[in-house]
């Protein structure tokens, strides 16, 4: 079952001890918009899966991104949210890592989802053949399509 979110309205994400994000929904709408981005465009045929990966989670957080909690600079100063911010927070590998499971995941797990359907007639399983025999002594029954 999908649980429709028709409140749309921001959460706290608790990333590390001390650190938290307030984000937007994950909406359609913000997932095109990043897939648009400059730095995912500008991208080399040749990028790596992680390069690709780590663009894309920076190019989501800075739509989502409205607000955090515990991101200073080399001063112990309050930072406030900016794009070179964000990036610069998902260069940091546990930051980066819970980013993606907590709030990039969700769209992708129901998406994954799909994939748990019954094969296609016309799919890789269509020209497999039943290996199944009944058992001794069982009268035979016919297959059906």
Do not use: C, H
Not at 121 to 137: E, I, K, L, V, Y
């Amino acid at each position: 079952m999908i649980r429709l979110n028709l409140t749309a309205t921001p959460s706290w994400l608790t990333l590390a001890p001390g650190l938290r994000l307030q984000v937007a929904p994950l909406t359609t709408a913000l997932m095109v918009s990043a897939r648009a981005d400059p730095a995912i465009e500008a991208l080399p045929n040749t990028a790596t899966q992680e390069e690709m990966a780590l663009a894309m989670a920076k190019a989501v957080a800075r739509r989502a991104v409205l607000d955090w909690e515990g991101v200073g600079d080399d001063a112990g100063n309050i930072v406030p949210v900016s794009p070179e911010g964000i990036d610069a927070l998902l260069e940091i590998w546990p930051v980066f890592e819970a980013f993606q499971t907590q709030y990039v995941a969700k769209g992708l797990i129901l998406d994954a989802e799909k994939n748990v359907s019954a094969p296609l007639p016309n799919g890789p399983s269509a020209g497999a053949t039943a290996t199944a025999r009944p058992a001794r002594g069982a009268a035979p029954t016919a297959l059906q399509d």
